[in-house]
Every structure is written in structure tokens, then in C-alpha cells.
């Protein structure tokens, strides 16, 4: 751990360079009513992808940006969402947020049911042509990029394991950013990328940390609200660990290294001030500056 510790100290200035950039934008999003509703597919402490958009809304919340947050979480099931987000477009939210690129198809269907209402979805990079609504994505390769250097510094045997969810939004940006950082530190390491094609199931992803960890990867990172279960077995083996998404340290204190947090308070600022100016969609809105790289060993 102690040769791991100097090697890191070397990367802090370059981990520094990504940490620096977010800070709210904040025009006036203004005083006054505004309600938001987030429909989400985990719960809303999970330590990954929703935890990030609950822990931003009530950012601006507590700035006064917004009056009002309602959430409904835990809606994998894509139905279930779909009932929810009509509900709150229903009941007169200013913005409701489907967060999940597997509530696409969903809001295609029923945004145009409600041209007066606001709708905001991620991670996706297609509004489907309609004017009311937007898509979000953050530019997680960059912070990925940054922490697969670090991993590679940090491993030992040069085998990196990635376990991911499935190949989209910024799932996969983070992982191909991970592998590429990996691969800039040392061009010859073995990085193992293992795609369970779901973002929910803890087993599965217990099994691929298992599996990559067996073939030699002293160090792990992964991607979803399903790396509660990979993070488990490094925790057991000893195996380094580094997050996306939302800070995981309370996960395993001794064995995440950093996790790269997403700040979509950045983002949500810049729609919600569109929609106080009349723009109720239509654009995408990306940024490599809305996340930060919190904590190392």
C-alpha cells in the first residue's frame, strides 16, 4: 500500500486539473415557484446514477432555485416509470426529469401529450425532434480518462477490470474513458471490460468483479447503480476500487480509491433557467465540467 500511496501522489496534480472546473453557473434561476419531479430506476440513496440527480435537485432546492422536489425512485421497471412521469406532467410540475435512458421511449410517447410541460431526460444525446424536451449527458470519459491513469499507476499484476452495465449514455463513455486511461499509463496492461447487460443486478455484478479479479485485475471500476455488488467483492479480496457517478468511499473507506461525482445541479440550472425564459426543450446539454473526482487514499 505504501509504494501504491507514492505512486498516487505523483497523479494528484493531474487529478487536480478535473476537480477544479464545476461550479454552479447560476444566472438568476431565479426566486419564485418552481416545481421539478425526478422518476428514477434506483433507490435514491444508491451511491451511483440516481443518488447523483436527488443529491443535485436538492442542491438547488436548498439555493432557491427550485420550490419543490418530488421523487419517484426504484421504477426499473419501465412501465412503472412511464405511469409515474404522466402522473407528474399530470399534476403540473414545471420539469419532470425521466432519468434513465431506458425511459426514452416512454417520454417519446408521452411529452407530446403535454406541449405546456417540460421534460428533461439522461443520459442521451436525442430530444426525438420535440420542443419540450431536453436530454442531458455528462462527459464522463473525461473524469474516467483521469482515474484509469491512476488505476494503471496503482496496479501492480497490470490487469484493470471495468464492469459495466450496459453500452450506453455514460456508462459507456466512462468505461472507454477508463480503458483509455489505463492504456495512456501503460500501454500494455490488460484492461478486462465485462458488460452485464443490466444496471440493476448486484448479482451479476458480484459475479463479473469475481471473474475479472480471478484472471489477475488488482484493480476494479465500474459503472451503475449494480456496483454495490462488484465493490462488495473488492472489499473481501483487497482489490482497489474506483467510482463513477456519486461518491462511493462510504462503500469500502479502505479500498475506493476516488470516484468521479456527478454534479447535475450544473446542468439542471441551465435548463430550468431556459424554461423560465419560455424554451421548454429541445437541446442537449453536455458538460465535462459538471462532475468532480472526490477523495484518494
Given at each position: ?213 480471478g484472471a489477475g485485475a488488482d484493480v476494479l471500476s465500474g459503472t451503475a447503480q449494480m456496483v454495490v455488488g462488484a465493490v ?10 474506483f467510482g463513477t457517478q456519486a461518491n462511493q468511499t462510504s462503500l469500502a473507506p479502505e479500498i475506493v480509491v476516488a470516484s ?38
Open positions: 500500500m505504501k509504494k501504491r500511496r507514492t505512486k498516487l501522489a505523483i497523479l494528484i496534480a493531474v487529478f487536480a486539473l478535473v476537480a477544479a472546473a464545476c461550479s454552479s453557473g447560476g444566472d438568476d434561476a431565479g426566486d419564485g415557484d418552481f416545481r421539478i419531479a425526478i422518476v428514477a430506476p434506483s433507490a435514491s440513496n444508491d451511491l451511483a446514477f440516481t443518488q447523483s440527480i436527488v443529491d443535485a435537485a436538492n442542491v438547488l432546492k436548498e439555493s432557491g432555485v427550485i420550490s419543490e422536489v418530488a421523487i419517484t425512485d426504484g421504477t426499473f421497471v419501465v412501465d412503472d416509470a412511464a405511469v409515474a412521469i404522466r402522473g407528474y406532467a399530470d399534476d403540473g410540475y414545471d420539469l419532470v426529469i425521466a432519468h434513465g435512458s431506458q425511459y426514452g421511449g416512454s417520454l417519446q410517447e408521452i411529452a407530446p401529450d403535454f406541449p405546456e410541460t417540460s421534460f428533461a431526460w439522461g443520459t442521451s444525446a436525442d430530444t426525438f425532434g420535440l420542443p419540450n424536451v431536453y436530454s442531458y449527458e455528462a462527459a464522463s470519459d473525461q473524469g474516467g480518462r483521469v482515474m484509469g491513469i491512476m488505476a494503471a499507476a496503482l496496479s501492480n499484476s497490470d490487469v484493470v477490470g471495468i464492469v459495466g452495465p450496459i453500452e450506453v449514455g455514460d456508462a459507456k463513455l466512462y468505461v472507454d474513458g477508463f480503458k483509455a486511461g489505463v492504456l495512456i499509463q501503460k500501454p500494455g496492461a490488460d484492461v478486462r471490460v465485462n458488460y452485464i447487460d443490466s444496471f440493476s443486478d448486484v448479482a451479476l455484478a458480484s459475479e463479473a468483479a469475481t471473474s475479472l479479479i462488495g467483492v473488492a472489499k473481501t479480496e483487497g482489490v482497489l476500487w468521479q461525482v456527478y454534479h447535475w445541479d450544473v446542468i439542471l440550472e441551465e435548463i430550468i433557467n431556459n424554461v423560465k425564459d419560455g424554451k421548454l426543450g429541445g437541446e442537449l446539454r453536455q458538460r465535462g465540467a459538471g462532475h468532480r473526482i472526490q477523495r484518494w487514499l
